[in-house]
């Protein structure tokens, strides 16, 4: 004698397209002991709704204006940089100039040697007024930075701490 399961279930499809939700009554009968799972929900959904793409947030980079052995350069601010690195475009590095060497390490592609040297810094004005402050001394890779929109990239820190000189600013008169 075979027994069977007489099912009626009430299912819920989401059309994701029109944001509208068809009820269907499904009446099956199955085999005892040959039918599926079924799981019962107490509290149905009665809205349909669709997951929103993920959004892309892009932050704005940040730039200062820095006078780095008296010339005058634009510097990213990097926060996820840990030395100051100066284009190789602003100077040339002599051996006597040369500290030592480092290793950089993008975020992709192989390391590049860099030579370390000393460099002064300091915020640079506008062009109708000179910033008049002590010089930062720093010890900079040199490397071909790729960007033309920056010379110099400082780590947060180093830009805070230019931030925090005492500056004096004087207007040009002609």
């Known amino acids: 004698m075979n027994l069977w399961l007489t099912v009626n279930v009430i299912v819920f499809i989401c059309d994701v397209e029109n944001g509208t ?7 099956d009968h199955w085999e005892f002991g040959n039918f599926p799972e079924v799981n019962c929900y107490k509290d149905v ?3 349909c709704t669709t997951k929103p793409p993920p959004e ?20 990213l601010c990097d926060s996820g940089s ?4 100066v284009s ?15 290793n950089l390490q993008g ?10 040297v000393s460099v002064s810094m300091k915020l640079s004005g506008d062009e109708q007024c000179d910033q008049v402050m002590e010089e930062l001394l720093l010890l900079c890779a ?16 180093i830009v805070d701490e230019l931030h925090n000189m005492s500056i004096v600013s004087v207007t040009n008169c002609l």
Request: aromatic share 6%; glycine share 2%.
């Open 21 to 27: 939700i068809a009820k269907r009554y499904v009446n």
């Open 107 to 116: 975020i992709v592609g192989e390391a590049v040697s860099a030579p370390l």
């Open 82 to 85: 840990q030395i100051p690195i």
């Open 142 to 157: 040199v490397a071909q930075l790729s960007s033309p929109n920056y010379d110099v990239i400082l780590p947060v820190d």
């Open 45 to 47: 959904v009665t809205e």
């Open 88 to 102: 190789s475009c602003l100077f040339e590095v002599s051996d006597d100039e040369e500290m030592g060497t480092v």
């Open 56 to 75: 892309l947030k892009v932050s704005p980079l940040q730039y200062v204006t820095v006078t780095v052995k008296r010339i005058k350069a634009v510097a």
